[in-house]
């Protein structure tokens, strides 16, 4: 059973509909208890990243997710839930991330932005659920780790980013697995299906 | 890099896609849902709807005809047409879109875009553009090009830029229909002063260069297009390998 995060924002409804297309059992909740005793957690993202730690800290959901990384519940981050994971971004000077890895966002300098459309991505060594493909974004922030280890793909737009990262039971993708069609979908068939 | 984007457009009225759709292997003519299952097996990038119905009161459909392609298609979805409010926003974004389209009601209410940005987030507001050009200059037109503004293009782009718009999506009322080509005039004139992806519409024929053209002289982020992909002339599998040939960078 995956426990989807709903934090009050984000495109909760894309999400549901990939895993109903893909026989998923999940359950959506608000509720830091049920975050906590969750066997794998799915964090949709969409959303500015001050406004989602204001909800996630307002219904002490950011408490329940660092307990439950540390836990190793599995946990899948999609967009802004792959940034909260981080100690700040740009995008909201003076607020404070999750912190389970150490680093910011940044915003992207060169190009049209925001990013919005296809991109292919290079997955590294610490990968073990991409493929090589084409996944879609829609971010004008990028996460930069100071661990490199953690970063499982990196794509490129004008300059190369972090375009996922994966370490012990944290996955977490910058592009939307919903909106990347049947390849998206065997991504999250993957991290389900994971031992 | 990222890829430049093919997106068809489906018009939808009262529920049912218009202007007479041609494939045969589709399971009911005239149903949206069928039509956006095969452009997204097709490889479309994105698919957009603009809701044409003119009656208040049937409007609700575009939010059922949402829905229902949001549970069967995977990629981003973008509607226009007739949103006037942040409740009409809200409501389309629940139903499963990823992007709406605003037009006529962001040129009569600029402040909508602010809104819109401010609670949904600039990435899921895209602003319909439509130009003709005057005079040899590009001026805004709303109310399906048939009501000139006072903006000219570059003061207009300018403007929604500042409100927090996402994406433009212009249409040169000059080239519309005309399968001719894109306005590779205007589409250069607007992808080289805003830092907002643009996605060109307007004029496609079955015509590879037509959009080789938009991206490589244009600088257009997107191509969209409608007739050539409804009635088979250039079907999108063709198109995008075509351009692939050509050099340009696609999915």
Known sequence: ?195 | MITKRIIPCLDIKDGQTVKGVHFENLAKAGDPVSLAEKYYNDGADELVFLDITATNDKRKTILDVVEAVASKVFIPLTVGGGIRSIEDIHNLLLAGADKVSLNTAAVVNPQLIYEGAKTFGSQCITIAVDVKKIENTYFVVTNAGTKKTDYTVTEWVKKITDLGAGEILLTSMDTDGTKAGYDLEVTQLVSDMTNLPVIASGGAGANVKHFTDVFQKGHADAALAASIFHFNELPIPELKSQLKQAGVNIR
Do not use: R
Not at chain 1, 81 to 105: H, M, N
């Open chain 1, 1 to 195: 059973m995956i426990t989807v995060l709903n934090y009050g924002g984000g495109n909760l409804k894309s999400v549901e509909n990939v895993l109903n297309k893909i026989n998923a059992p999940f359950k959506t909740t608000d509720k830091a208890s049920d975050i906590e005793q969750a066997e794998a957690i799915l964090f949709p993202g969409q959303g500015h990243f001050g406004q989602v730690m204001a909800n996630l800290t307002e219904k002490k959901l950011d408490i329940a997710l660092k307990t439950a990384l540390n836990k190793g519940i599995p946990f899948l981050g999609i967009c802004v839930g792959l940034q909260v994971l981080f100690d700040s971004s740009d995008e909201a000077p003076g607020i404070a991330g999750l912190s389970i890895f150490k680093g910011t966002c940044h915003k992207f300098t060169t190009g049209k932005i925001p990013q919005i459309g296809w991109n292919k991505i290079t997955t590294t060594k610490s990968n073990s659920f991409l493929t090589d493909d084409f996944y879609y974004f829609v971010n004008s922030f990028h996460v930069v780790p100071e661990h490199p280890e953690i970063v499982s793909a990196t794509a490129n737009y004008h300059v190369d980013f972090t375009a996922s990262v994966q370490h012990k039971n944290i996955f977490a993708t910058q592009f939307h697995l919903e909106k990347s069609g049947q390849i998206g979908q065997d991504v999250i068939l993957k991290w389900m299906n994971q031992k």
